[in-house]
């Protein structure tokens, strides 16, 4: 996939230096890592609701904590470089105080969609997906690394 990523990143019409292609290699790593946590968020949001009948706030609650332990697994190991000599377990609540909130704004997000604008769960989930998104990567990079 770094070969895909190098092809892509080095058909782009500007001139990159290695810091630059290194950060945009991370970042689509990054959008692989998180699209697959947005699979699994919206499958098991929908599953909770469409299947289980469970309020919609809670279930994309469910989900979106199902995506964060996916999310956090493949961060580790495969986006962000780790500090090694920072604590694990520091790292480990980081993440999850920075998914908490992302999960706040998700909720948030939801509630202002659905309850008050009364637009479908699925299209405000997207929304919702995308801004949790941009502050993930930017809280997990400032603080992991």
């Not at 019409?13 to 919206?42: M, T």
Request: proline content about 1%.
């Amino acid at each position: 996939m770094e070969k895909l990523f190098l092809k892509i990143i080095r058909k782009l019409p500007i001139k990159i230096n290695k810091e630059k292609e290194k950060l945009l290699i991370q970042i689509l790593r990054f959008g692989v890592v998180g699209g697959l946590a947005f699979v699994i968020d919206y499958a098991v949001l929908i599953i909770c609701k469409e299947v289980f009948n469970i309020n919609v706030l809670l279930s994309a609650a469910i989900a979106f904590t199902v995506s964060v332990v996916v999310n956090y697994i493949l961060s580790i190991a495969w986006v962000f470089d780790v500090d090694k000599n920072k604590d694990k377990r520091k790292n480990f609540i980081l993440f999850i105080v920075f998914s908490v909130i992302g999960l706040g704004l998700t909720e948030l997000i939801m509630w202002i969609g659905t309850d008050l604008m009364h637009i479908n769960y699925l299209i405000v989930k997207i929304v919702a997906t995308a801004i949790v998104m941009v502050f993930n990567f930017i809280t997990r990079k400032k603080f992991l690394e």
